[in-house]
T-cell receptor, first 114, second 115 residues
C-alpha cells in the first residue's frame, strides 16, 4: 500500500528566504507524486506533480519540487518565500498501476514571517 | 469551468439525524472520492469510486455510505451521525490512473458539526 510522510508539522521561514517542505513516500513501482496547498477556509489547490521525466518539477506560484528516487523523497521548494505563501501544504502519492485514488500526508503548516 | 461542487458548505445537525452531502463534478472523471480532514491527521479517505456502480472503502468508512448511480455525482450519506463525525469533508474527482493528467480536483469542503 502506498503512504506519504511529512515529517514536519510546522515550518517557519522569514520572508525572502528559501523554503523547503519535506515529503517522503512509499509505493511499489514508479509513483505519481503531487503537492497541494490549502489556504484558510478553502479547498485544496493543485501546485505541481511528478509523473515522469525531469526530476525537477516546476509548478504554480514559483514553487518547485525535486523527485529523488533513491531517497524516496519529493521535497517542495521555493527560492524566496512570500508572506502570502503561508498555508497548509499536503504531499500526496498515487500508484499509477493501482486502483486507489490519492493518499495524502498529514500536512505541513508553513508560516512565512515578514 | 471545470469544478467539483459540494453542498452544503456548512451544516450543523443533531446526533442520529440522517444527512446527505452532495458532490458533483463536470469533468467526466472516472474516479471520485471522499476525505475527511481533522487537525493533526491530514486527509483520510472515507470511500472512493472507480466508476458508476463501483465503490470501495477507504481508510475510515465506518458510519458512512456512498452511492455512484451517475458518473458526475457521488453523495456522502451519514445514516446516524455522531459527534465524532464532526469534521471538514472534501470531495475529489480525478481521471483514471495511467493517464498523465491525473491530478485530483477538490470541492470547497463541507464543515459538519454534529451536536
Amino acid at each position: 500500500a502506498q503512504s506519504v510522510a511529512q515529517p514536519e508539522d510546522q515550518v517557519n521561514v522569514a520572508e525572502g528566504n528559501p523554503l523547503t517542505v519535506k515529503c517522503t513516500y512509499s509505493v511499489s513501482g514508479n509513483p505519481y507524486l503531487f503537492w497541494y496547498v490549502q489556504y484558510p477556509n478553502r479547498g485544496l489547490q493543485f501546485l505541481l506533480k511528478y509523473i515522469t521525466g525531469d526530476n525537477l518539477v516546476k509548478g504554480s506560484y514559483g514553487f518547485e519540487a525535486e523527485f529523488n528516487k533513491s531517497q524516496t523523497s519529493f521535497h517542495l521548494k521555493k527560492p524566496s518565500a512570500l508572506v502570502s505563501d503561508s498555508a497548509l501544504y499536503f504531499c500526496a502519492v498515487r500508484d499509477p498501476w493501482g486502483n486507489t485514488p490519492l493518499v495524502f500526508g498529514k500536512g505541513t503548516r508553513l508560516s512565512v514571517i515578514a | 469551468e471545470a469544478q467539483v461542487t459540494q453542498n452544503p458548505r456548512y451544516l450543523i445537525t443533531v446526533t442520529g439525524k440522517k444527512l446527505t452531502v452532495t458532490c458533483s463534478q463536470n469533468m467526466n472523471h472516472e474516479y471520485m472520492s471522499w476525505y475527511r480532514q481533522d487537525p493533526g491527521l491530514g486527509l483520510r479517505q472515507i470511500y472512493y469510486s472507480m466508476n458508476v456502480e463501483v465503490t470501495d472503502k477507504g481508510d475510515v468508512p465506518e458510519g458512512y455510505k456512498v452511492s455512484r448511480k451517475e458518473k458526475r455525482n457521488f453523495p456522502l450519506i451519514l445514516e446516524s451521525p455522531s459527534p465524532n463525525q464532526t469534521s471538514l469533508y472534501f470531495c475529489a474527482s480525478s481521471p483514471a490512473p495511467r493517464t498523465l493528467n491525473t491530478e485530483a480536483f477538490f470541492g470547497q469542503g463541507t464543515r459538519l458539526t454534529v451536536v
